[in-house]
């Protein structure tokens, strides 16, 4: 993917469009990135990264396409953020802004436009939606991400998903509009005899204890071993020290590092863009990655791994049906899965039509109107008046949507070496905090159990 960011956007031929996208996490950065593009192919977006214990690297930034120089994306506090559109005044506007956060941030965006907003008036237009797969904390996600003007539903049966759960709870659900996931494209897979490259895509946080994850890169190097003609490729997500979407405390690079035998010669981690590395898959293998997804769109042979139950927790039972669950056991004889066709018209991955013209329209829709109503979130302190205020409290905002004292730096007399002393401070701090993750919590827990 091409460097898709710019602090400053550029305009086009289809006028002056501005649209932003804040993300914070490497995932989201992807989704966000491409569906700024899905929705204004024309136009170059700003880039805006939410502080957080999630914050991309470089490298991280680097692999799904993203500058860091300049030209990148700028790092910001959720205050910082609506500080800086809502003092965007006539062409400096934002148009659109796309949230590729976790819910709770949508949340806080969502009463901070409102409190900047809090009448009818041109003000951007909010988007949202989900990075991939959506198998856990449904409703919980949802009603934060409620009260933007457009919720991003990645496939007819997620579509039908988010209406029931808003209608459920007596919420509008006209903001719901189907598209698909946007990074579903590449070339289509060309079937051989047998797969000569397998890629097992591995998850951060999925399965969870460090007996699962060693399982499973032990089968993929006994896979290796008895396929000496197949290259098996570990896809990892992050390097040792950086941090994804979810937590990872056991990183496979250290449980390589410790497995008897070690990896045999035709079996290697990876990292880079998973489109890429899917270029040259003949078999994908995953216990619930969104890239599963993405080779089924491509036609690749896709398993979904059974080795440790079909359960909620691992996010499996979402492929109840698609034809694609397997063991590595059966994978070893030889098994390549062939997704059903009606499973990947319900979910998204082969959809009729382009998947995006819906909601270009509903966008081209809003923003043609000269004002827009306030912002209306279903969580109030009304209707939540125990939980909402805590949610907009970690983004440092107060109940009713304005910063808290102090939430909004004022940079205008720092000098640049106080910014670099303050952004190595801060990585640093990160270090630290994903260094206890990883190498201090384990042995804690260890501990505790003697």
């Known amino acids: 993917m091409r460097n898709s960011f710019c602090r400053v956007p550029a305009t086009s031929n289809r006028g002056d469009l501005r649209i932003a996208v804040l993300a914070d996490s490497d995932t989201r950065w992807k989704w966000g990135a491409l569906t700024a593009r899905r929705l204004a192919p024309d136009h170059r977006p700003a880039g805006f990264l939410l502080r957080g214990r999630a914050t991309p690297t470089a490298r991280q930034l680097g692999e799904v396409g993203i500058g860091t120089g300049p030209a990148g994306p700028a790092e910001v506090t959720c205050a910082e953020f609506l500080a800086e559109i809502g003092r965007a005044r006539g062409a400096e506007r ?69 209406r029931a759960v808003y209608e459920g709870a007596g919420a509008v659900s006209d903001s719901v509009t189907e598209t698909a996931l946007p990074f579903l494209e590449g070339a289509p897979h060309e079937p051989g005899a047998a797969a000569r490259t397998v890629v097992f895509a591995v998850q951060p946080s999925v399965p969870e204890s460090r007996a699962d994850r060693t399982y499973l890169l032990a089968r993929a190097a006994a896979h290796a071993r008895l396929h000496p003609g197949r290259e098996v490729l570990v ?33 290697r981690l990876v990292y880079g863009n998973m489109g890429a590395v899917l270029d040259g898959a003949d078999l994908l293998v995953t216990v619930s990655s969104t890239a599963a997804l993405e080779a089924m769109h491509r036609g690749v042979p896709t398993a979904v791994l059974t080795d440790l139950g079909i359960r909620e927790a691992l996010g499996n039972h979402h492929f ?33 039509g382009e998947p995006f013209a819906a909601a270009r329209t509903r966008l081209a829709q809003l923003l043609a109107r000269e004002q827009l109503p306030p912002v ?9 008046p125990g939980y909402l205020p805590g949610i907009l409290a970690r983004h440092h905002l107060a109940p009713d949507g304005t910063p808290l004292p102090g939430a909004v730096r004022r940079g205008s007399g720092e000098s640049r070496a106080g910014r670099w002393l303050r952004g190595r401070l801060r990585e640093a701090a990160r270090g630290a905090y994903r260094h206890g993750v990883q190498r201090v919590a384990p042995v804690i827990r260890r501990l505790g159990e003697l």
């Open 94 to 162: 934002y148009d659109v802004i796309v949230l590729a956060l976790v819910g709770g941030a949508v949340q806080a965006v969502l009463h901070g436009v409102r409190a900047l907003w809090p009448e009818p008036a041109t003000r951007p237009v909010l988007v949202t939606g989900y990075v991939g797969v959506v198998y856990e904390k449904l409703t919980d996600g949802l009603l934060l991400r409620h009260g933007a003007d457009l919720v991003l539903a990645n496939s007819p049966y997620d579509a039908a998903r988010f």
């Open 235 to 267: 896809k990892l997500r992050s390097r040792p020290g950086e941090h994804t979407t979810h937590l990872e405390e056991h990183p496979y690079q250290r449980l390589a590092e410790r497995l008897p035998g070690g990896l045999p010669r035709n079996c």
């Open 320 to 352: 109840l049906g698609s034809g694609c669950l397997a063991s590595w056991d059966r994978l070893d004889e030889g098994f390549l899965p062939v997704a059903d066709p009606a499973w990947l018209a319900q979910q998204g991955v082969s959809p009729a």
């Open 376 to 384: 209306a979130p279903y969580y109030t302190r009304a209707t939540a």
